[in-house]
């Protein structure tokens, strides 16, 4: 929005500018903070005597003798069987984001093509779906899963995350498929395809934009789940975020914070690359909904 | 489309919808009216030379005969929403009867856990709701007045915080705002006072929740703003300068009213999202002095002796209902503009 006859006053350019170099100074500088102090000890980077320690890494050359250590790193992914926790999340990301993508395009582009008044309800259940807090879900999974014995596995984690993960794909799949002009398939339908050969061959082929978009949700709500990881999965199949809550400790027993801090870190770093990379699509996702009305 | 074409093509979406959404609420729904088994007590008698004494023991084979016999627990009809820990109908009574003033009955009232939570959980939705819309439309603003080329950068540094999981967001916070880290340590420093920390007062404790929770949704809020504030038609605007209307009027007289769906779209979302606002008092350790709904939830299914799966399920319950209270304004709206676009 660059009005041609729109002045701006050069206190107000300034003012703007200190705004928002404080904001991104607010919203940035923790992860920076984190990520400089992963390379330290304990004693520097939670230090109460003097905060300079962390910079200064005073305690991290008496220790390490180096400024910098990654001890943290080869702990937490070693003895802290960090490796593990990411193979879990590995699997379960993977897993969702391409079972929730195939079961949410086939039921998006059906919702988008019909004209019936029930289309209009499934979508507004998919909204109230959407609405419902997670550990409400958790709390009626854990007791049948418990009788059926299929607690703490990581199938079980995937199916209920595609599941939870359905009503946003939906509407998100929805409104894309909305944006493909109907006549494309229409056509196709008229040549005398049936419905999935013109789904297969006219729709999957423009697809991609709205699904690389989706698949993006899905990602990163399966790679940042908590509520239900922490509660369906037993202490050996973990995934990243409850594997780095255990290491906060308990009052039972003491946690090792140095390997919570470098799985942090660990764990961001990809997800950072991943937005960097597709900051387009997550931001397009953000406001399908609401654009376009 | 047709009906039966439809069918297949939404069968396997709708099937994983109905299975871990539909069946799991309507379990819920069961669950809340059952309750643990108590356990089973049996009387030992032991004789001494000095005389027999009869103690009371659980008897742990008896219990879990019970509990293998009927694992969901005994029917407790609408107790489990009545007792101490829910509703608590008949410890309301009892303040009501017994406390002098109003002041007191309310502060005996949000004592108890369940209304302190609930006291929590809203005001933490009244407090982050309204600021992250006002700052996530500032910053869009802000960003919308920068040269383009430089946008990009400064868009992914505005969403960080939301693209982070919550626990590991507030994680990171307070391994700054802790009294050992960079934050902290500084302000007990220029307080001069050792014992100041996060932990210390309620008040503050709140505080920062709220604080991060801003932090956190606010780059949502941003994002769609910022779509929005793209699609202002141009004319009005330039029109509006050339009639001088200052900066503040234009935004209110043309920008506000034009972007108006998508701010209640935005409040609608962070309200719902705030109200299951949960894994920050993990983060920030703060179960001591700021419990929510959903926390209560968490904090009964990972009990260490016995889960109460009832007690559990009854709070779900009452979530459901809060959730459906707020949504219901939102509904009814979409159901009238449906019935008159028939």
Same mark, same amino acid.
């Given at each position: 929005?660059?009005?041609?006859?729109?002045?701006?006053?050069?206190r107000?350019?300034?003012f703007?500018?200190?705004?928002?170099?404080?904001?991104l100074?607010?919203?940035?500088?923790?992860?920076?903070?984190?990520?400089?102090?992963?390379?330290?000890?304990?004693a520097?980077?939670?230090?109460?005597?003097?905060?300079?320690?962390?910079?200064?890494?005073?305690?991290?050359?008496?220790?390490?003798?180096?400024?910098?250590?990654?001890?943290?790193? =080869?702990?937490?992914?070693?003895?802290?069987? *960090?490796?593990?926790?990411?193979?879990?999340?590995?699997?379960?990301?993977? *897993?969702?984001?391409?079972?929730?993508?195939?079961?949410?395009?086939?039921g998006?582009?059906?919702?988008?093509?019909?004209?019936?008044?029930?289309?209009?309800?499934?979508?507004?259940?998919?909204?109230?779906?959407?609405?419902?807090?997670?550990i409400?879900?958790?709390s009626?999974?854990?007791?049948?899963?418990?009788?059926?014995?299929?607690?703490?596995i990581?199938?079980?984690t995937?199916?209920?995350?595609?599941?939870?993960?359905?009503?946003?794909?939906?509407?998100l799949?929805?409104?894309?498929?909305?944006t493909?002009?109907k006549e494309?398939?229409?056509?196709?339908?008229?040549?005398?395809?049936?419905?999935?050969?013109? *789904?297969?061959h006219i729709?999957?082929?423009?697809?991609?934009?709205?699904?690389? =978009?989706?698949?993006?949700?899905?990602?990163?709500?399966a790679?940042?789940?908590?509520?239900?990881?922490?509660?369906?999965?037993?202490?050996?199949?973990?995934?990243?975020?409850?594997?780095?809550?255990?290491?906060?400790?308990?009052?039972?027993?003491?946690?090792n914070?140095?390997?919570?801090?470098?799985?942090?870190?660990?764990a961001?770093?990809?997800?950072?690359?991943?937005?960097? *990379?597709?900051?387009?699509?997550?931001?397009?996702?953000?406001?399908?909904?609401?654009?376009k009305? | 489309?047709?009906?039966?074409?439809f069918?297949?093509f939404?069968?396997p979406?709708?099937?994983?919808?109905?299975?871990?959404?539909g069946?799991?609420?309507?379990?819920?729904g069961?669950?809340?009216?059952?309750?643990?088994?108590?356990?089973?007590v049996?009387?030992?008698k032991?004789?001494?030379?000095?005389?027999?004494?009869?103690?009371?023991?659980?008897?742990?084979?008896?219990?879990?005969k019970?509990?293998?016999?009927?694992?969901? /627990?005994?029917?407790?009809?609408? /107790?489990?929403?009545?007792?101490?820990?829910?509703?608590?109908?008949?410890e309301?009574?009892k303040?009501?009867?017994?406390?002098?003033?109003?002041?007191?009955?309310?502060d005996?009232?949000?004592?108890?856990?369940?209304y302190?939570?609930?006291?929590f959980?809203?005001?933490?939705?009244?407090?982050?709701t309204?600021n992250v819309?006002?700052?996530?439309f500032?910053?869009?603003?802000?960003?919308?007045?920068?040269?383009?080329k430089?946008?990009?950068?400064?868009?992914?540094?505005?969403?960080?915080?939301?693209?982070?999981?919550?626990?590991?967001?507030?994680?990171?916070?307070?391994w700054?705002?802790?009294?050992?880290?960079i934050?902290?340590?500084n302000?007990?420093?220029?307080?001069?006072?050792?014992y100041?920390?996060?932990?210390?007062?309620?008040?503050?404790?709140?505080?920062?929740?709220?604080?991060?929770?801003?932090?956190?949704?606010?780059?949502?809020?941003?994002?769609?703003?910022?779509?929005?504030?793209?699609t202002v038609p141009?004319?009005?605007?330039?029109?509006?300068?050339?009639?001088?209307?200052s900066?503040?009027?234009?935004i209110?007289?043309?920008?506000?009213?034009?972007?108006?769906?998508?701010?209640?779209?935005v409040?609608?979302?962070?309200?719902?999202?705030?109200?299951?606002?949960?894994?920050?008092?993990?983060?920030?350790?703060?179960?001591?002095?700021?419990?929510?709904?959903?926390?209560?939830i968490?904090?009964?299914?990972?009990?260490?002796?016995?889960?109460?799966?009832?007690?559990?399920?009854?709070?779900?319950?009452?979530?459901?209902?809060?959730?459906?209270?707020?949504?219901?304004?939102?509904?009814?709206?979409?159901?009238?503009?449906?019935?008159?676009a028939?």
């Amino acid at each position: 929005m660059d009005y041609g006859l729109d002045t701006k006053s050069t206190r107000l350019k300034t003012f703007n500018t200190i705004f928002i170099i404080t904001w991104l100074l607010i919203a940035c500088f923790p992860f920076i903070w984190t990520f400089w102090g992963s390379f330290k000890v304990r004693a520097d980077f939670f230090s109460r005597s003097d905060w300079w320690y962390a910079i200064s890494a005073f305690n991290t050359l008496v220790e390490t003798g180096g400024k910098f250590t990654s001890n943290a790193y =080869t702990e937490a992914w070693t003895e802290g069987e *960090f490796w593990k926790a990411s193979k879990n999340t590995i699997i379960v990301t993977v *897993f969702v984001v391409s079972i929730s993508l195939f079961l949410g395009t086939l039921g998006a582009y059906a919702l988008s093509r019909s004209t019936e008044k029930y289309a209009f309800w499934i979508l507004m259940i998919a909204l109230i779906f959407r609405a419902m807090p997670h550990i409400t879900l958790v709390s009626g999974y854990l007791f049948p899963f418990f009788e059926l014995q299929i607690w703490g596995i990581l199938p079980t984690t995937i199916v209920v995350l595609v599941a939870i993960n359905q009503p946003f794909t939906l509407w998100l799949l929805y409104s894309f498929f909305k944006t493909v002009p109907k006549e494309l398939d229409e056509s196709a339908l008229i040549d005398g395809c049936t419905y999935f050969q013109a *789904f297969r061959h006219i729709i999957m082929p423009v697809m991609w934009p709205g699904v690389i =978009t989706a698949g993006l949700f899905s990602l990163m709500l399966a790679y940042n789940d908590f509520t239900v990881t922490a509660l369906l999965l037993n202490q050996e199949n973990h995934t990243m975020v409850p594997k780095i809550q255990s290491y906060l400790g308990t009052n039972q027993h003491e946690g090792n914070l140095m390997w919570a801090v470098s799985a942090v870190v660990s764990a961001t770093a990809p997800l950072f690359m991943l937005v960097m *990379f597709f900051q387009r699509q997550v931001i397009s996702g953000l406001t399908a909904g609401a654009v376009k009305g | 489309m047709p009906n039966k074409t439809f069918f297949w093509f939404f069968l396997p979406t709708g099937l994983a919808m109905i299975l871990f959404i539909g069946l799991p609420i309507i379990s819920t729904g069961i669950q809340s009216f059952y309750a643990q088994h108590d356990q089973v007590v049996k009387e030992v008698k032991k004789c001494d030379p000095f005389g027999c004494t009869v103690s009371i023991v659980v008897d742990n084979e008896e219990t879990t005969k019970i509990r293998d016999a009927k694992p969901l /627990g005994k029917f407790n009809g609408f /107790g489990t929403y009545t007792d101490r820990n829910h509703l608590a109908v008949d410890e309301i009574k009892k303040f009501w009867n017994e406390t002098e003033s109003f002041g007191a009955f309310v502060d005996q009232v949000t004592n108890l856990p369940f209304y302190k939570a609930l006291i929590f959980t809203l005001t933490y939705c009244l407090f982050v709701t309204p600021n992250v819309l006002l700052l996530g439309f500032i910053i869009a603003l802000s960003l919308n007045a920068v040269a383009r080329k430089i946008r990009g950068p400064l868009i992914f540094g505005t969403i960080l915080p939301m693209i982070v999981t919550p626990l590991v967001g507030s994680l990171v916070l307070f391994w700054m705002i802790d009294s050992q880290g960079i934050i902290g340590a500084n302000i007990q420093n220029l307080m001069n006072d050792p014992y100041l920390s996060l932990k210390s007062s309620k008040t503050l404790t709140w505080i920062t929740i709220i604080i991060y929770g801003i932090w956190h949704h606010s780059p949502f809020a941003f994002v769609v703003f910022y779509a929005a504030l793209q699609t202002v038609p141009q004319e009005p605007i330039e029109a509006a300068i050339i009639d001088g209307a200052s900066r503040l009027q234009r935004i209110k007289h043309i920008v506000l009213p034009h972007i108006y769906p998508v701010v209640t779209f935005v409040a609608l979302i962070s309200l719902m999202d705030n109200f299951r606002v949960f894994e920050p008092i993990i983060g920030f350790s703060a179960e001591g002095s700021a419990q929510s709904l959903s926390w209560l939830i968490y904090d009964n299914l990972v009990n260490e002796e016995v889960i109460l799966f009832g007690s559990a399920a009854a709070t779900s319950m009452m979530t459901i209902i809060g959730i459906a209270i707020l949504l219901a304004p939102v509904l009814i709206r979409t159901w009238k503009e449906f019935k008159t676009a028939r």
